[in-house]
Antibody
């Protein structure tokens, strides 16, 4: 069974950094691109970016490219999202997802990040 | 960026009714389109990819069609468990972009 479990969310002050993790199991992690998508409260879905199998290619949505960094550790079957200079606009549920071509066929349960003083 | 416009924003349907949701891209996306269903408090689930291919495990009452800039998702016989929000997503160009969602409720 494919499982994606995000962790690392919580309350963070504006301007600070936070690193999310996504533990993958039930499939060969090395064989898949992986991505992050977020959803602000009551809003739609926003693609953050995705990383290829060996980390040689990482694509970001332009507005977040200078704030967020996606990485992975294939030995640990884990995907990461490093977020910096956080603002209230970054308050959202963050999902990791397995990419199948340019779609996302499995999603984690999501982790909430709240940016507030 | 490719803009994805969904319509309607919300609709209600009776059990057994056929439902159609539309998605328009700001440019030709050559069938590079997926549909997701999101139930309250849950993560999105892939329903359709490549505009018309049904994801494994998804009931056959769901179908997708379209080409160019115009796409649609059809539910052939509305069921209670189909309530939720539906999103389209283009996969042709980065950044990947989603529609704003269509909230579907039982009438």
């Amino acid at each position: 069974e494919v499982k994606l479990v995000e962790s690392g969310g919580g309350l963070v002050q504006p301007g600070r950094s936070l690193k999310l993790s996504c533990a993958a199991s039930g499939f060969n992690f090395n064989d898949y691109w992986m991505g992050w998508v977020r959803q602000a409260p009551g809003k739609g879905l926003e693609w953050i970016g995705e990383i290829n199998k060996d980390s040689s290619t990482i694509n970001y949505t332009p507005s977040l490219k200078d704030k967020f960094t996606i990485s992975r550790d294939n030995a640990q079957n884990t995907l990461y999202l490093q977020m910096s200079k956080l603002g209230s606009e970054d308050t959202a549920i963050y999902y990791c997802a397995r990419a199948q071509r340019e779609w996302f066929d499995y999603w984690g349960q999501g982790v909430m990040v709240t940016v507030s003083s | 960026d490719i803009q994805m416009t969904q319509s309607p924003a919300s609709l209600s349907a009776s059990l057994g009714e056929t439902v159609t949701i539309q998605c328009r891209a700001s440019e030709d996306i050559y069938s590079g389109l997926a549909w997701y269903q999101q139930k309250p408090g849950k993560s999105p689930q892939l329903l359709i990819y490549g505009a018309s291919s049904l994801q494994d495990g998804v009931p056959s009452r769901f179908s997708g069609s379209g080409s160019g800039t115009q796409y649609s998702l059809k539910i052939s016989s509305m069921q209670t468990e189909d309530e939720g929000v539906y999103f389209c997503q283009q996969g042709l160009k980065y950044p990947l972009t989603f529609g704003s969602g269509t909230k579907l409720e039982i009438k």
